[in-house]
């Protein structure tokens, strides 16, 4: 009769240890410095280019709330705005600016991602966070911790 047992990541069987094949959801990549900067960059690039049309509508609504009247600006929607810049100054113009955005947001998004991912594994080494039932509260100390360094580091740009 086989008599089987698994210790963690062990097989006991017939007593003889045999090193178990972790399953795929059990195995986690690990991936160097360059790979998270560099993907925590683009994925800031790609957000902001994406909302880049939204954020110039946004801008140009602030800015004509400045130098009209009250009346004009209630008969103006999103749609009537999008429409003129279609018209009078192409498609492209939804992302006028965007290449000066992205300048600042690229090295932000890039700390931003890289230190989130060290702050919650620091955090996991103090006593009462390991614990699975606080990953929230790594996870919102993790990220709130990853803004102050990102905002701190990239400052000047």
Known sequence: MQTEARVGGVVVDGGRAVAAARRPEQ????IG???HLAAGG?????????????ARLT???????????AAALRKC???????????????????????????????????SFYSYERYKKFLRMVPGLDDPNYAGVVNLLGGGLAGVTAASVTLPF
């Open 27 to 30: 195995q986690q990549r690990h």
């Open 33 to 35: 410095t360059a790979a």
């Open 42 to 54: 683009l994925a800031g690039v790609v957000s902001k280019t994406c909302t880049a049309p939204l």
């Open 59 to 69: 801008i140009l609504f602030q800015v004509a709330g400045m130098h009209s009247d």
């Open 77 to 111: 929607s999103i749609w009537q705005e999008a429409s003129r810049i279609v018209r009078e100054e192409g498609f492209g113009a939804f992302w006028k600016g965007n290449l000066v955005t992205i300048v600042h947001r690229l090295p932000y998004s890039a700390m």
